[in-house]
């Protein structure tokens, strides 16, 4: 059974710094990894996709790596703003059943 | 559509009653999930259609809970004889295939209270 876990659960910095999420998980038959954001009461936002066979995408300030064979992925966020808090959530897609399974999430605080 | 519909938003049901959550994909798109948030916790997978194929059905709680997928486009998530514990944020998301590239889109959520 894949279990992910992201680590820091909680992280609060100031408007303007460079930031590091966590994510790792156990079972490496995965097809991807996706990043999302929730935002409170409301849906999950679609950040990065990371196929399997690629280390790294990016999406203006967010750039995500995977190390598939370690079971690692990290999400690095550029130049934090008050905009960026939210939940940050990891989810690698199994091979085996297609499911993703989620982390509990990074909550992001950036104070102005 | 442009994104995952979820109908409706909120309900509030008493316990006991029957309820029926409602998820319209992205037109188009073939794989279709129903995850559960409950207060505090994370994302709880469901259940998962793909095409024609039978569906993956492992994460469903109890025989209260089914969902159905009519023409491979809309899906109904039934929730019989609603219990309290029963009460959380429940999500649809759709995406396509393959599913190596295939990019996971959540609708807003239908969130349910039990009283």
């Known amino acids: 059974k894949q279990e992910v876990t992201q680590i820091p659960a909680a992280l609060s910095v100031p408007e303007g710094e460079n930031l590091v999420l966590n994510c790792s998980f156990t079972?490496?038959?995965?097809?991807?990894l996706q990043w999302f954001r929730q935002d409170p009461g409301k849906g999950l936002t679609s950040l990065l996709l990371i196929q399997s066979s690629q280390r790294e995408q990016t999406s203006g300030r967010l750039n995500a790596s995977l190390d598939k064979s370690s079971g690692r992925s990290t999400l690095y966020i550029a130049a934090s703003q008050p905009g960026d808090s939210a939940t940050y959530l990891c989810a690698p897609r199994e091979t085996s059943g297609s499911r993703l399974t989620f982390g509990e999430g990074t909550q992001l605080t950036v104070n102005p | 559509g442009a994104g995952v519909s979820q109908s409706p938003s909120n309900k509030v049901t008493e316990k006991g009653k029957d309820v029926e959550l409602r998820c319209d994909p992205i037109?188009?798109?073939?794989?279709l999930y129903w995850y559960r948030q409950s207060l505090g916790q994370g994302l709880e997978f469901l259940i998962y259609f793909q095409g024609n194929s039978a569906p993956d059905k492992s994460g469903l709680p109890s025989d209260r809970f089914s969902a159905e997928r009519t023409g491979g486009s809309v899906s109904t998530l039934t929730i019989q004889r609603t219990q309290q514990e029963d009460s959380a944020v429940y999500l649809c998301?759709?995406?396509?295939?393959?599913?190596?590239?295939?990019?996971?889109?959540f609708g807003e959520g239908s969130r349910l209270t039990v009283l």
């Open positions: 079972d490496s038959a995965i097809y991807n």
């Open positions: 037109s188009g798109h073939t794989a």
């Open positions: 998301a759709s995406s396509l295939v393959p599913l190596n590239t295939g990019e996971l889109f």
